[in-house]
């Protein structure tokens, strides 16, 4: 009987070390990657932290990137990040843009050295507990690396 219990006390010290907790995302910069006469390209560079004392892995990212106040894009990525237990991983989206309808938001990319943000999406995770989909918002100023 004592082994039993002993077993079971294993048995949910395990199960406990698998409660999920929610990564934390943090946009970090943006970098213009190119301009054109339609519109151009940036990266979304993030600062992704996984709390859980175990590996998940992404199975896709949808991002909504508003910039001063205006939607200017949305990005997927949908090639498996892997993120290692309690640990900070950088990523870094592509997102492609069209002139037309980002007013203020192209006036700030060509012009600061900061910019206001917000994101709106989710991401979708596979874990040892089952796929697991995980808001994503934020908002703040990020430095802006310009490419001229």
Avoid at 10 to 15: K, M, N, R
Wanted: neutral net charge; charged residues 20%; proline residues 5%.
């Amino acid at each position: 009987m004592l082994a039993g219990v002993a077993i079971a006390l294993g048995a949910c010290a395990t199960l406990g070390k698998l409660y999920f907790q929610d990564p934390q995302i943090q946009l970090q910069e943006i970098n213009v990657t190119s301009l054109g006469l339609s519109g151009g390209t940036m990266d979304l560079v993030f600062d992704v932290y996984n709390p859980n004392d175990y590996r998940i892995r992404s199975t896709r990212i949808e991002v909504g990137v508003d910039l001063e106040s205006t939607h200017f894009g949305d990005a997927y990525l949908e090639r498996p990040l892997d993120l290692s237990p309690t640990n900070h991983s950088r990523v870094v989206v592509p997102v492609r843009f069209e002139w037309a309808g980002v007013g203020a938001g192209a006036r700030a990319l060509l012009t600061k050295q900061a910019i206001n943000y917000a994101l709106t999406g989710r991401v979708i995770l596979d874990t040892p507990l089952g796929d697991k989909r995980v808001g994503l918002t934020g908002r703040g100023q990020v430095p802006l690396k310009k490419l001229f």
